[in-house]
């Protein structure tokens, strides 16, 4: 199949897909291990919406523990002041909304 409807200049050789292929898997697994280490809090409530079966406990209690580990070492610092920022923002917007309309 050609590559005439790419955006982008596709490799060729299939050294270089093979490459290509590789730095992407590398990219995502980085993202993905990034975000599980620094955003336990995020696991842990996908975690808790599960639904709860025999299979599921594990991972529950797993990343609840993982969520209470980030917080005493560290891990969870960054997460955790973007989202005090992010609450104060949006009461802010917010706050601005409710004014704008009772005028």
Known sequence: ????????DL?????DQK?????TGIVISTAS???ALLNAEAVADWADSLAPTI???????????WRDL???IGLSAP????????KKLEALHFSNQEGAEAE
Do not use: C, Q
Not at 1 to 8: A, E, G, V
């Open 79 to 86: 997460r955790d002041f973007l989202h005090r920022y992010w």
């Open 19 to 23: 490459r290509a292929g590789l730095w």
């Open 33 to 35: 291990l990034l975000l």
């Open 55 to 65: 299979w599921t406990a594990p991972i529950v209690s797993t990343a609840d523990s």
């Open 11 to 15: 490799p060729s050789d299939k050294n």
């Open 70 to 72: 980030a917080a005493e």
């Open 1 to 8: 199949m050609p590559n005439d409807f790419s955006p982008i």
